[in-house]
């Protein structure tokens, strides 16, 4: 089964990649998104030629080829191109054994419980709690994520008080019956994210999710130290040093990789792998409506430490309008659960006409199929 074509479908959002086999067989995968056109560059300049001839069922070793031979460029953008072929990869292998990728992986569960999660810092407390419980009643969700602090913040607010307030409002809206978890994207300084913190338990919220700027695991930790809430981060880590530092010296309660960060399912599973012998839940981070929460979901619906909930974006086409129409079938929320589709690979197909308004470039070897 060798690589005989690697194929990209871009805009500036979003990345699909199909890979071609000598035996006929094709999979989709998908870079990580924004700056997508950046990555699929990245795809036929740093990642195709490397592979192209190879056996495709050999995923770690491809794997550890790209990285090495580009080893002088360990940065985010070689990991998101990764991210397309290992994905791709994974939907062939799968197909080829008859079933779907969280099968392939030794799940098979038919829903996952998520959580809503909002992606709006710009919205006020009053409004997110609405629509919120909106959400709620339509769909049946049992747990939610929404924003504190202002991103990378320096121990300010989106707007003075916005966050003491939306703890509050959100929690008086929805109900102590309802799991709630938070995010604030490295907005806080150790003494102030302790502050917040402990406002998070006197409103029952179990879960604080990048406290501190992620770069700053040391500060990190205080926070864990001082708080009896569970903290969470690692979405912007693709370095496997940086994950051995932070499983060894739990500096956080809950680890959360990003697939398409990641490089792909092969490398999330390493990090899940780790987790696993240090005892601590991994709680994939899949902040958008694209393939990403689809590959979550199946490593998710596999792993032994996966965590409560897959992180399920509760943002439409107001604002990531770049979502619309990629592929079918579509995600399905049932009772606060998403549906699983078990058909071989991804069990999805992409969109023919998303797919003509792409961006297109292929790199091949041999004479062109």
């Not at 990245?42 to 056996?55: E, S, T």
């Not at 460029?73 to 008859?98: E, H, N, Q, V």
Request: charged share 20%.
């Amino acid at each position: 089964m060798k690589i005989i074509s690697i194929e990209t479908f871009t805009n500036e959002y979003i990345g699909l990649l199909r890979v071609r086999t000598d035996d006929g067989d094709e999979g989709w995968g998908q870079t990580s998104t924004y700056n997508a056109d950046i990555s699929t560059q990245v795809v036929h300049r740093q990642v195709a030629p490397h592979i192209l001839g190879w056996d495709g069922d050999d995923i770690s070793n491809l794997n550890r080829e790209i990285l090495e031979r580009e080893h002088k460029f360990p940065g985010t953008y070689l990991y998101r191109a990764l991210s397309g072929l290992d994905t791709a990869l994974w939907d062939i292998k799968a197909k080829r054994a008859g079933k779907s990728v969280c099968q392939l992986l030794g799940g098979n569960p038919a829903s996952i419980p998520v959580y809503a999660s909002s992606m709006r810092r710009d919205i006020a407390p009053e409004a997110e709690a609405e629509r919120l419980l909106s959400l709620k009643e339509s769909y049946g969700y049992k747990a939610f994520k929404f924003r504190i602090g202002r991103e990378c913040g320096h121990d300010q607010d989106q707007w003075p008080g916005r966050t003491e307030a939306i703890i509050k409002q959100v929690r008086e809206v929805l109900g102590d019956s309802v799991t709630l978890l938070v995010d604030a994207n490295s907005a806080y300084t150790p003494a102030k994210a302790i502050e917040v913190g402990h406002m998070l338990q006197d409103y029952g919220i179990c879960h604080f999710e990048e406290p501190c700027p992620y770069w700053k695991p040391k500060w990190t930790r205080q926070v864990r130290d001082a708080l009896d809430i569970d903290i969470s981060g690692g979405e912007q880590d693709n370095d496997m040093r940086v994950w051995r530092h932070m499983i060894d010296n739990q500096v956080v309660n809950i680890l959360q990789p990003d697939v398409c960060y990641m490089g792909g399912v092969t490398r999330t599973l390493e990090v899940a792998e780790l987790a696993q012998k240090a005892n601590l839940p991994v709680t994939l981070h899949s902040a958008n409506l694209s393939l990403v929460t689809l590959f979550s979901a199946h490593i998710m619906g596999s792993i032994p430490n996966a965590g409560k909930y897959l992180e399920f974006s509760i943002e439409g086409l107001d604002y990531y309008p770049w979502q619309a129409n990629i592929f079918s079938p579509n995600f399905e929320i049932v009772k606060g659960q998403l549906t699983m589709n078990h058909q071989p690979g991804w069990g999805i197909e992409l969109n023919p006409e998303w797919l003509s308004q792409a961006q297109y470039q292929v790199s091949y070897t041999g004479s062109r199929f």
